[in-house]
């Protein structure tokens, strides 16, 4: 069965095969709540990067991996279902992860958004400008989440996820990323008010993204196995 048997599970209540699923697999590597203190914009980028690989190394590939879809789209985004990598595993189980993420009982919990998504510019409340990149030449291609073997431009090349501008902040349990414009892929991180972006790569490293990064090189880093890997 191997890493996707936790969406071969069954229950009378909805999603809650899955949600036991994954919370089951995160207390093995996660204790005790979420800290309620406010941390700087990298030490959260740390802190997710970190929950990706614990994803990872749970079920042998990062999120998204929503197994329940309406019109070929993913109910709620891979930030809801790293929560119990969060210490979050209590407000994990209160969503209904069969319904999207819009829905009465799903939206109710929009302003329970941790304080790791929280980014500096972004006002409204509920809503994160942390995102992957997503759609064809990216990690992330829709369905299940991605295999780090995935990335043969090597994890220390590629780009896992960002904190965008203000500007392209959305709910944050809601699953939309940032399209890849190849020919000018900086345009998808939208405003800045310093002139850079911070990015996870696949390795967990942080980094900053300039606003003035060549085009092609911030496509490279992008792609997981274009086979294009330029340092990043």
């Known amino acids: 069965m191997g890493g ?22 995160a207390d093995a590597v996660v204790n005790g709540d979420a800290p309620k203190m406010k941390k700087s914009a990298v030490e959260n980028m740390k802190q997710i990067g970190l929950a990706f690989h614990n ?33 979050q595993a209590e407000l ?3 969503f209904n992860l069969k319904e999207p993420w819009d829905s009465p009982q799903n939206k109710a919990l929009l302003s329970k958004m941790p ?23 990216t990690p992330f291609t829709g369905g299940q989440g991605p295999r780090l073997r995935k990335f043969t431009d090597g994890s220390s090349n590629t780009i896992l996820f960002v904190q965008a501008g203000p500007n392209k902040a959305v709910p944050w349990t809601q699953p939309i990323d940032l399209p890849l414009d190849a020919t000018n892929p900086t345009s998808a991180l939208g405003q800045s008010t310093n002139g850079e972006f911070l990015c996870t790569l696949a390795d967990g490293a942080v980094k900053k993204i300039s606003s003035g990064t060549p085009a092609q090189t911030l496509k490279n880093a992008i792609q997981p196995d274009d086979g294009n890997p330029a340092p990043f």
């Open 4 to 25: 996707i048997g936790f969406f071969l599970f069954s229950s009378d209540k909805p999603g809650e095969g899955l949600a036991k699923a994954i919370t089951d697999k």
């Open 115 to 137: 304080a790791v998504f929280e980014c500096d510019g972004v006002s409204q409340p509920g809503y994160t400008s942390i995102m992957t990149f997503s759609g064809k030449g």
């Open 55 to 87: 994803f990872h190394d749970s079920f042998t590939r990062f999120p998204p991996a929503d197994a329940h879809l309406v019109d070929g789209k993913p109910l709620l985004s891979w930030r809801v279902h790293m929560l119990p990598f969060f210490g």
């Open 92 to 94: 994990y189980k209160q």
